[in-house]
């Protein structure tokens, strides 16, 4: 089951913050997420496992609930290049397989 | 360290016809996954290789094949293209399980 992030969209003033959520139907282990800007490859943001261990980003910080099956990405003082499209991705199993969720488009205005 | 490469980067193919795209991860990573990319249903994942051997397969049509060589490329084929495979393929090396995945710039391929 794909997870479902919200909002689908945001749009933001330069040192705004923003909050992006990912549900799981499913009982989740781990959430990774990425962020895309237009034309480019996703790039990895970080990981969060179970039992509060965070593999990632310096300036970027999120949590996990795993009674709720839910992440949050949390963008604090946002910059211009934080603008693109910010995925979660589930583990599909024991390799290396991703479920992506439905994607938010974050938009940062000077 | 160089990243993931992909080749083509664009591609246009008429229906029915068949395309291998190319994909040569970052040097010692033994894992390469496929993904489609399209407006409509987003990030799909398509397969994961790891030391030559697929390790889980997506929910897609059998025209849709991979493999993964002794040097870690690999290539995936989808044969009887169709109008709805038009999308952006990515491939992301791994250098083990569950760590952080490193895209390629993906392959534009174009059905018409």
């Known amino acids: 089951q794909q997870p479902v992030q919200s909002p689908q969209a945001v749009i933001l003033r330069e040192g705004e913050d923003a909050v992006i959520n990912c549900s799981s139907s499913k009982a989740l282990y781990s959430v990774h997420w990425y962020r895309q800007k237009h034309g480019e490859a996703p790039v990895f943001l970080m990981i969060l496992l179970k039992g509060g261990e965070q593999k990632g980003h310096d300036k970027i910080s999120a949590s996990f609930n795993e009674k709720k099956q839910q992440s949050s990405l949390y963008l604090t003082a946002s910059q211009l290049s934080y603008s693109g499209t910010y995925f979660c991705g589930t583990p599909g199993g024991a390799t290396n397989k991703l479920i992506f969720g439905t994607g938010t488009l974050l938009a940062v205005q000077p | 360290k160089a990243g993931v490469t992909q080749t083509p980067r664009y591609l246009i193919k008429t229906r029915g016809q068949q395309v291998t795209l190319s994909c040569s991860p970052i040097?010692?990573?033994?894992?390469v996954s496929w993904y489609q990319q399209t407006p409509g249903q987003g990030l799909q994942f398509l397969f994961e290789?790891?030391?030559?051997?697929?390790?889980n397969k997506g929910n897609f049509p059998g025209r849709f094949s991979g493999r993964q060589f002794s040097n870690s490329r690999s290539e995936m084929n989808v044969s009887t293209l169709e109008l709805g495979d038009s999308a952006l393929y990515l491939c992301?090396?791994?250098?083990?399980?569950?760590?952080?995945?490193?895209f390629g710039p993906g392959t534009r391929l174009t059905v018409l």
């Open positions: 992301a090396s791994s250098l083990g399980t569950a760590n952080e995945q490193f």
């Open positions: 040097s010692g990573h033994r894992s």
């Open positions: 290789y790891f030391s030559e051997t697929q390790r």
